[in-house]
């Protein structure tokens, strides 16, 4: 089978997406989905998605891990899929999608995607870390000398180890200024450091603010694929109106011949 796909990289975070409107992707071949997420024998990529016709919104947003299984919803994935659909010619300036956890609006100009992420009311304060749902669960933890802090390693005996088979995302952050962060980032499903992670960012953002580690509602992170920016509201307990704002870029297409 011959299969037409684009690749798209949100801070170094990158996907193949694939337009699935005419239902022609076999869904349930999760091998399928992680040899074409290889990067030594498919394309290459953190995560899959594709994009599908949606009753209720522009389109919908169906996303994978890299090891073929289906997931929770990715936040950098989500921006990628609103800057392919404003390439189809689906969405202008702005859209509302469906994705796994909710309805999205993002607006979109110069490549530059704005999403509204999920409300977030509980964060759960643990001895040496926070825990929190951004869509995906993530782990938040605080380190000293980020930049040599061995993630691959700390990250895998954090995601089995406390979390399980079910596992959750590890974020280990190093604070640079008042509303600045360094993150980097261990994710389910890839199993190892991404350059980026947009429902982790905006976790660490969440996080530092509960915290008491900034007091400003918009928190900019740097990762090793570039930088993001989030803005939030809270409203008592709640965290609301939260916002990933950062590039999507179209990489190249292309067309694979896949073998199962």
Known sequence: MDLQFFKYQGTGNDF???????????????????????????????????????????????????????????????????????????VDKETTFNAVDSLHYATIKDNIVNLKMIDVDKIHEKQNHRFLDTGSPHHVQIVEGLDKFDVQKEGKKLRYGIYGESGSNINFVEQQGDNTFNVRTYERGVEGETLSCGT?????????????????????????????????????????????????????????????
């Open 16 to 90: 193949v997406i694939i337009d699935n409107r005419q239902d022609i992707f076999p869904k349930n071949n999760t091998k399928l989905v992680a040899e074409l997420c290889d990067r030594r024998f498919g394309v290459g990529a953190d995560g899959l998605i594709l994009l599908e016709n949606d009753n209720m919104s522009d389109f919908k947003m169906v996303y994978y891990n890299a090891d073929g299984a289906e997931s929770t919803m990715c936040g950098n994935g989500g921006r990628c899929l609103v800057a392919f659909a404003h390439f189809l010619g689906i």
């Open 200 to 260: 982790g960012v905006t976790a660490v953002a969440l996080a530092m603010h509960e915290s008491g580690k900034t007091k400003g509602d918009e928190v900019h992170i740097h990762t090793i694929g570039g930088d993001l920016t989030i803005s939030f509201e809270k409203k008592e307990e709640k965290y609301t109106n939260i916002f990933l704002k950062g590039p999507a870029i179209q990489v190249y297409k292309g067309t694979i011949t896949c073998s199962i």
